[in-house]
Nanobody, 125 residues
Framework: QVQLVESGGGLVQAGGSLILSCAAS????????MGWFRQVPGKEREFVAA????????YYADSVRGRFTISRDNAKNTVYLQMNSLKPEDTAVYYC??????????????????WGQGTQVTVSS
């Protein structure tokens, strides 16, 4: 079992920055990949970024590449999502997820076994 708790969401103006954190507990954090997804009401959840167990392999959605940075600190059992140059279309509930069956990152929602409760990010224009 893995428990995930996100924090750091909030309201920010367009062009601003936020950093999301996801604290994990349960299984050995350094043994599995992590990802961030987001969802807008009425739409499917979409991939944002993912990172391998080591932090050496990273994937980004095209919509956030160059603006968002995913990282992890295995000593703190935490994964981060630094979001810069935020746009109103980034408004969503952001979820972190763990895939305990993979060390490599994945952009596929079905590969993830555990999910956090989500944190709201609202970007005003």
């Amino acid at each position: 079992q893995v428990q995930l708790v996100e924090s750091g969401g909030g309201l920010v103006q367009a062009g601003g920055s936020l950093i999301l954190s996801c604290a994990a507990s349960g299984r050995t954090f350094s043994s599995y990949a992590m990802g961030w997804f987001r969802q807008v009401p009425g739409k499917e959840r979409e991939f944002v970024a993912a990172i391998s167990w080591s932090g050496l392999t990273i994937y980004y959605a095209d919509s956030v590449r160059g603006r968002f940075t995913i990282s992890r600190d295995n000593a703190k059992n935490t994964v981060y999502l630094q979001m810069n140059s935020l746009k109103p279309e980034d408004t969503a509930v952001y979820y972190c997820a763990a895939t305990v069956t993979r060390r490599a990152p994945s952009a596929t929602e079905a590969d993830y076994n555990y999910w956090g409760q989500g944190t709201q990010v609202t970007v005003s224009s």
